[in-house]
Nanobody, 124 residues
């Protein structure tokens, strides 16, 4: 079955950096658009970034543009999210997701598979 497993979260001070990873199995990874979403306590899940199946097109939420970088390594079946200049408002559970139908999109419903999430906590 399809599995997406996130890692790399943790507790970091404001201004710091983290690199999240999402390892995929059970699917033809290079055929899927990959996305990152996040959900803060008491809030709805929101789009963060997405990357096309070959990595040539990347799409970011306005709130993270310039601070976050999504990338992928199709040889390793892994997608990454480099997070720089972290802010307390970035605190959330971060999820990766795979979309086999559309190009990079912010639409949650477009994604077929989801990971279990990794917690990112930013202290002020």
């Amino acid at each position: 079955q399809v599995q997406l497993v996130e890692s790399g979260g943790g507790l970091v001070q404001a201004g710091g950096s983290l690199r999240l990873s999402c390892a995929a199995s059970g699917l033809t990874f290079s055929s899927y658009t990959m996305g990152w979403f996040r959900q803060a306590p008491g809030k709805e899940r929101e789009f963060v970034a997405a990357i096309s199946w070959r990595g040539g097109y990347r799409y970011y939420a306005d709130s993270v543009e310039g601070r976050f970088t999504i990338s992928r390594d199709n040889a390793k079946n892994t997608v990454y999210l480099q997070i720089n200049s972290l802010k307390p408002e970035d605190t959330a559970v971060y999820y990766c997701a795979a979309d086999g139908q559309l190009g990079p999109t912010r639409l949650i419903g477009a994604y077929d598979y989801w990971g279990q999430g990794t917690q990112v906590t930013v202290s002020s």
